[in-house]
């Protein structure tokens, strides 16, 4: 399974409804508390990943002062398993089951009334149901309800011992009239428990890797990633369970030798012999983790990796965390992973950022994997393509999430995402509209009535020549002859300004 739409309501700033849309990698971009972070952590919290707790506080505060305290998080999956069991050893499909959503997905909504952090989760699936009161609101029913339907109404069903054959022959007997429409089941309630006991079991494994996820030396993780190895290792039931055999059996020959060693002592020395006594450790209390206090990850010339730059510690630490979810996806026999990875390029310099890119974007290519990111890094946007980014911006009283789409753009530039993302206003930027108008041959119109300054030109023979030109032209002399020194270099308002009036002109001159 993999997220194919988020949906988030009246969670912190997101105020009404955003729906977002995924793809293998993607990868949100925005300006700094702009709402990308918690994309990430509504996720945890509705896969109870464990990092994110839901918190009353994260309520928007608009919603809260006209009384909506609800928090509404929503995921729609596709690549879907085709067989499930919903009921014992009973073989069905979520499509059979009328368990999917109008476009085809398979949706799960969650809601928290947040009156408090221990408050209920309502979980609900929203499908295209059978309404029809006849045979509606069937995974509701117990099985001994649903024979008596079929009975009731002479309806055939060649296994009575199994409720998804028997909502199977209902539905089919009413197939003419089933009336669907997009209704929520609520899997919250007792009777559909089990089903929703089922399906959790299917849901993938999510994974979320904070940008302020420590790194320092006094980190234990950083110190000795294999620690938190060993510990993770040291819960298993079977190795626990092992391990209280050994344990069991060696106080148990501790305590013979003991035992017997204190008789022989008797025969020499009653007096000393019965002031003694075995002091033998409870097998609850052993610590075994000590046994492998000294496990580490060094490097060539055994330089410990909290010796290493930050980096590298961060380096190290997010493939650690890549391997312990992998470890858990394993252990819970999930057939899938979702990486959520904030900010990849801390700490990074330009060619790990982009050899971290490449590598998250072959992870995305494998079949069970999903990657998603949020970066504040131009770099890194331009490693990715079009179909991977989504611009989270403040879109008045509501939030968007803004995909990209290269036809869509003036001009299909990735230089054009970090604009809309970040307004980022470089002179590669500068370059590229200034070569698009004038590859359109619209130059002499762009030009045409906008105000001139005096630049020096620098000539061949040593000489200067003095022309009037538009800042445009001016900012993009300086950036292609930086060896002319006779002139103001351009301010970085100008530049942003120049941009600005070079994409009007694109929009209204497509």
Not at 320 to 337: H, N, T
Request: charged share 30%; glycine share 4%.
């Amino acid at each position: 399974m993999k997220i194919s739409q988020v949906k988030i309501k009246n969670f912190r700033s997101y105020k009404d409804e955003t729906i977002i849309d995924f793809n293998n990698l993607t990868a949100f971009v925005g300006k700094n508390d702009i709402g990308k972070s918690t994309i990430l952590e509504a996720l945890d919290i509705f896969f109870e990943g464990g990092i994110i707790k839901i918190d009353p506080n994260d309520v928007n505060k608009e919603c809260e002062l006209s009384g909506d305290r609800e928090i509404q998080i929503a995921v729609a999956f596709e690549d879907c398993p085709q067989d499930l069991i919903l009921d014992t050893s009973n073989p069905t499909s979520l499509k059979e089951e009328y368990l999917l959503n109008k476009e085809g997905k398979f949706e799960i909504v969650k809601r928290y009334p947040s009156q408090s952090s221990k408050s209920k989760t309502n979980v609900f699936i929203r499908a295209n149901y059978p309404t029809n009161e006849k045979c509606g609101d069937l995974h509701s029913l117990k099985i001994t309800d649903l024979r008596k339907i079929a009975k009731e109404n002479g309806i055939e069903c060649s296994n009575l011992a199994k409720s998804a054959e028997i909502r199977k022959a209902i539905w089919n007997h009413y197939s003419q009239d089933l009336q669907l429409q997009e209704i929520e089941i609520d899997v919250s309630k007792e009777d559909a428990k089990s089903i929703w006991e089922q399906i959790e079991k299917e849901l993938p494994c999510y994974a979320l890797f904070q940008s302020d996820r420590s790194n320092s030396d006094k980190d234990d993780e950083v110190q000795n990633p294999l620690k938190s190895a060993v510990s993770q290792i040291f819960k298993s039931d079977k190795i626990s369970d092992q391990l209280t055999k050994i344990a069991s059996e060696v106080i148990k020959k501790l305590d013979e030798i003991t035992t017997l060693t204190l008789e022989k002592l008797k025969d020499m020395n009653p007096e000393i012999a019965t002031t003694l006594k075995p002091k033998l450790p409870k097998v609850e209390e052993l610590k075994w983790q000590d046994v492998f206090k000294n496990v580490s990850i060094s490097g060539d010339e055994d330089i410990p990796i909290n010796k290493r730059g930050s980096g590298v510690r961060r380096l190290i630490l997010l493939n650690f965390f890549r391997a312990e979810a992998e470890r858990i996806k394993k252990e819970q026999k999930k057939s899938s992973i979702i990486y959520a990875i904030e900010e990849p390029e801390t700490s990074q310099h330009q060619e790990h950022q982009r050899k971290l890119i490449e590598a998250f974007k072959e992870l995305a290519n494998q079949a069970g994997i999903q990657i998603i990111l949020t970066t504040h890094s131009p770099s890194i946007v331009k490693l990715l393509k079009f179909d991977n980014l989504r611009v989270v911006k403040n879109g008045g009283s509501k939030k968007e999430i803004v995909g990209i789409e290269e036809s869509a753009l003036p001009i299909p530039s990735l230089n054009e995402v970090n604009y809309l993302a970040f307004g980022e206003a470089d002179e590669e930027y500068h370059n590229e509209l200034y070569g698009y108008i004038e590859s359109r041959g619209n130059l002499s119109n762009y030009i045409q009535g906008k105000l001139k300054r005096n630049y020096i030109k620098a000539q061949k023979n040593g000489g200067t020549k003095a022309e009037t030109i538009t800042t445009t032209e001016y900012i993009r002399h300086q950036i292609h002859h930086p060896e002319n020194t006779h002139n103001i270099k351009f301010t970085p308002q100008e530049l942003q300004q120049s941009i600005q009036d070079m994409r009007a002109f694109i929009i209204a001159n497509p």
